[in-house]
């Protein structure tokens, strides 16, 4: 064998070895999806995944959403949620995504990579969504610009100047609002509270672990957990996440603001919904027709926030 033939055999060797077909388990996950027909609408519309029907489905009937709100998805990659909250919130809206793994946002929303239950993620969230400005689409920032440092410019009416501000003050114009109201927007404000909607779609991602397969390892996708196949691991994992997305709502979440959570359901998610009932007017269990019959996940949403609830009441002194 010549020297050239060793070293390219030596090469092919140190190489990673190819990763072994597909397992039975990924076989089904690939029949499922080509029949699944709202895996195939995704596609063609362009959405992120089939996930966005089920918020779809859920604002229909509640009305999540409206002009120039804050939206806060919590667990949002691959996107579908946001790229919903973009459609619903424009113009004047603006959409941040806040995720573990990376992932490639979608247009119109701004993102943070990091552990969510970490309190210094939780904290740079909120920095970023008190500064009225931050994650606007540029026209909507250039005009309110403009009006505050008094130069209206050509083409701007007064009823332009009003609907802006208002969609920067949280989606009601100033001019509508009554004098209740502005005192307790304001009181919300001076406490950091200025989030329209919290959306929760968290799931409980795979433990890192070493592997053989390269794939594996770099793909983060590959390590998130939909179900471990133990009902009550499930179900108190969602349970854990779910409370951690209450109390930020609690921080975060403006007085008439609503809430959108996923959980797996089981025998804590009674107590859960009690807490839901404390701190918003009205509290509805949905599984929307786009979620799979034999999935375990259902949603809990919270409309309009109540004003002055304690937070002991709602989570109690731990």
């Known amino acids: 064998m010549s020297v050239e033939q060793t070293i390219y055999t030596r090469a092919i060797q140190c190489l990673p070895q190819t990763r072994p077909a597909s397992s039975s388990s990924s076989a089904r996950w690939k029949t499922r999806q080509a029949n699944d027909s709202y895996a195939r609408e995704a596609k063609v519309a362009g959405l992120k995944s089939r996930a966005a029907f089920k ?7 509640h009305r999540l959403f409206k002009r120039g709100d804050t939206v806060v998805d919590l667990g949002y990659a691959p996107g579908s949620w946001s790229q919903v909250a973009v459609n619903r ?4 809206g603006r959409v941040v995504g806040i995720d573990v793994i990376p992932a490639q946002p979608p247009r119109g929303v701004s993102t ?3 552990n969510f239950l970490s309190p210094a993620i939780r904290e740079e969230v909120r920095k970023f969504v008190l500064d009225p400005m931050q994650g606007r689409p540029r026209a909507a920032r250039q005009l309110v610009r403009r009006v505050k440092s008094g130069e209206g410019g050509e083409g701007v009416t007064e009823e332009q100047v ?3 501000e208002g969609k920067i003050d949280g989606g009601e114009t100033k001019t509508k609002m009554s004098k209740a109201a502005l005192s307790q927007k304001a009181l919300d404000d001076a406490e950091g509270r200025v989030v329209d909607v919290v959306l ?12 053989t397969w390269i794939k594996s390892v770099s793909n ?3 390590r998130m957990m939909n179900t471990s196949g133990m009902p009550f691991r499930d179900h108190a994992g969602s349970m854990d996440l779910c409370l951690a997305a ?3 709502c609690y921080d975060t979440l403006a007085t008439g603001g609503n809430f959108l959570c996923k959980f797996y359901q089981g025998e804590e998610d009674k107590a859960y ?7 918003f007017e009205k509290v509805y269990r949905i599984k929307p027709d786009s979620s799979r019959k034999e999935s375990k996940e259902s949603y809990f949403v919270g409309m309009r926030r109540k004003a002055g609830v304690s937070r002991e009441v709602v989570l109690g002194n731990g």
């Not at 919130?89 to 004047?92: A, D, H, L, M």
């Not at 929760?200 to 592997?211: E, G, H, K, Q, Y």
């Not at 919904?273 to 701190?279: F, H, I, P, S, T």
């Open 112 to 114: 943070l990579q990091g």
């Open 246 to 248: 209450l109390e930020f």
């Open 220 to 222: 983060p996708w590959r």
């Open 200 to 211: 929760s779609d968290m799931s409980v991602p795979w433990p890192l672990a070493t592997s």
């Open 273 to 279: 919904e009690m807490r839901l009932k404390k701190l």
């Open 55 to 61: 918020l779809l489905e859920i604002n229909e009937k």
């Open 162 to 164: 009003e609907v802006e």
């Open 89 to 92: 919130t424009q113009p004047g």
